[in-house]
């Protein structure tokens, strides 16, 4: 949130000569900005239907407590969490004001010292602090995407796995439908040893991107370690649908990988063991558990795929 040249600034204030001697001040202080004017909260609101500001200058004393009610509002909409809001406070007010920086105001400013100095000083500050602020969530995020994504791969990770099936499970709430896909890629041990370890995490990469590949987007794909991977289907497909996807997932395991040079390093293939819910009985950890002992039948079998409780998918 960076101050640009132009700053729209909103003036939120019942008073008609206060509204007049801020303007003024606005126009000395910030001479580029586009400042609008509104007399109550309500018609702040419905103007940030169409339209958006960088800063907002709220007067404390509004009506009722609007004012503080006002700020509550607006800190809840995401787009305006981290606009910088500052409250203009009458004389005495400043127990008030410190409350509503507790409350999200970035910086008060008390009516009776404001000059065109104070009022830039304390406009600057707090785009400052929101583009700290900013900087600060931005960072928050990226660890806690870092924290979920496999790093090689670029797949969501064992961690994030575990926070979709306590969102599964969740509570109270009956768990939607789900399928579960636990694949294992067949002997894939040798291409570390034939061909290397980088060979191996460029044939983890295209088995990675291959999966991703034939998912629906409501699907999510996971590498839990290793050569092990999980395909949760959300919601649940059809009998059909899920024969169908666990083909293709088969089927696009078997695709050979090459290393640059053309040399084919792996055509192993994976073995694929898949569940359901609610049709697999037992709790979400109980279907996870299912798929994997389908898997390692697939893998023992040389079947490729078992299918759990499709006794028609699986004569
Ligand atoms: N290149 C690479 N290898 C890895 C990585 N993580 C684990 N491995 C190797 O993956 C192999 C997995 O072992 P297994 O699943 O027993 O090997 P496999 O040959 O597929 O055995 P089967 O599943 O019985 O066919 C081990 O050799 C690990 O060292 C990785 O990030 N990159």
Not at 5 to 20: C, G, H, K, T, Y
Not at 179 to 187: C, G, Q, R, T
Request: with cysteine.
């Amino acid at each position: 949130m960076t101050m640009n040249e132009s700053p729209r600034i909103a003036l939120v204030d019942d008073s008609a000569s206060d509204q007049l001697i801020f303007s003024d001040m606005l126009s000395t202080a910030m001479p580029g900005a586009v400042v609008e004017v509104f007399s109550d909260a309500e018609a702040f609101l419905s103007s940030l239907e169409h339209a958006h500001f960088d800063c907002i200058l709220l007067d404390l004393n509004l009506p009722g407590d609007s004012g503080m009610e006002l700020l509550q509002v607006l800190r809840r909409e995401p787009r305006y969490r981290l606009v910088p809001i500052i409250m203009l406070t009458g004389w005495g007010n400043e127990a008030v004001a410190v409350k509503a920086i507790k409350r999200g105001a970035t910086d008060y400013l008390s009516k009776r010292d404001a000059d065109e100095q104070a009022l830039r000083r304390v406009i600057e500050a707090a785009f400052e602090d929101a583009l700290r602020e900013q900087q600060e969530d931005q960072q928050l995020n990226l660890l806690k995407s870092q924290a979920r994504t496999d790093a090689l791969t670029g797949l969501l990770n064992r961690s994030a796995f575990e926070e979709c099936l306590r969102a599964l499970s969740g509570g109270d709430v009956a768990p939607r439908s789900f399928a579960v896909l636990n694949i294992d890629l067949n002997k894939f041990k040798p291409v570390n040893d034939n061909f290397g370890h980088a060979a191996g995490d460029r044939v983890l990469k295209s088995i990675a991107q291959g999966l991703q590949s034939v998912v629906r987007t409501s699907d999510r794909v996971f590498r839990l370690g290793g050569d092990e991977f999980l395909v949760l289907l959300t919601p649940g497909p059809s009998e059909a649908e899920l024969a169908g996807m666990a083909e293709r997932i088969h089927a696009r395991l078997h695709e050979p990988v090459f290393a640059e040079d053309r040399t084919c390093i792996y055509a192993g293939g994976g073995s694929v063991g898949v569940a359901r819910y609610p049709q697999t009985s037992g709790s979400v950890d109980e279907v996870l558990a299912t798929a994997d002992r389908a898997m390692y039948e697939a893998k023992k079998s040389g079947r490729g795929v078992v299918i759990v409780d499709a006794a028609a998918l699986n004569p």
